[in-house]
């Protein structure tokens, strides 16, 4: 049997990785400012993360959602103290598509509602209702199209306004980035997402926020949507929770119900994937990772803007953005194989870095003399 082939690869097999270093099956060791896609929060084959996963598979791999699973309730409790909301409620599933999919259904459950607001350049996933929240047709298949979602722009609080005043009955939920990952790394608005709030409150409609890639700690706060001072009702979250061992997760405000039935998987919430979590919170909070992610962020950023070439410098913490005046394509192979450096894109001219949490100034000085040097080569 082949490979069915859906993803643009780089020639390159990673085998073997520790802290913000991964190997090639040739030796070549290479700098991770990617973390596999803002998955890594703590550094590839972090001892204790190993050993919690390792010690949990020794003692037991599995059993379903029909048991209690303690783990479950240490996670909830830890994540509630991290994220500071230790009044929300946890929810747990395999993946941050699924973790969309639930918060959405969820909302309308809640309020008996159909319309769903997103906005342009949002990326929720691909399952049926969160890519069809996601601003790209090429993804979205015809069995996927719905009436029900309404794409307005980004960061503009005023189209916001309007739209609930012409239908906020009907509006059952708001889904957001507080940075969008995949639409290029842009910063939702203190403004705008303090407009979210208000008008879900005032219509009744559920606010979500897909802290899918932007959470679990990477722009300095728990979720990205801390700075603008507002709460979301629900918070999807997966890559980062567990540092690679497949997870999502939606934390839900106190004011919406369980009902038996209502949601449900059979891998969510097993007890790896709750082990591999705990550890990870245990070690963002720890070693002080989110302010780590805001000190080390802020030094890329600021030397980042000091660099000729470049159009435009975004993002916060360790999600940040690098537009050039350029397609980046070219820049992006001499980095890898050239200097050893692993970053991804957002669109065709934009550099994303989305490195582990714990990324020392050391890390993030390679990367910045090896970004000078090819694009001096390039004047
Ligand atoms: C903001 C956001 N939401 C949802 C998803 C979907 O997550 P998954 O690929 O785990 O389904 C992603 C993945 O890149 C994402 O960046």
Redesign the pocket.
Known sequence: MKMFNVYPINDVAIVKGEGSWVWDDKGNKYLDMYGG??VISVGHTNPAYVKAITDQINQLGFYSNSVIIKLQKTLAEKLGQLSGKEDYQLFMC???????ENALKLASFHNGRKKVVAFKG??????SL?VSC?DNPAIIAPVNETPNVTFLPYNDVEALKAHFAKEGEQISSVIV?GI???GGIRVASKEFLRAIREQCDKYGAVYIA?????GCGRTGGYYSQDYAGVSADIY?M??GLANGF?I?AIAICPNIAPKYGMLGTTFGGNHLACAGAIAIADIIREEKLMENAANIGDYLMSQLKTIDGITEVRGRGLMIGIEFPFETAELRKKLLFDKKIFVGASGKTIIRLLPALNITREHADIFLQALRELLAENN
Not at 210 to 214: H, K, R, V
């Open positions: 896609h803002a395999n993946s941050g598509a699924e973790a969309n949002a990326f929720h996933g691909r399952t969160a996601t980035e969008q990952g995949v897909d802290a899918i890639q932007c999807s997966a890559k497949p999502g």
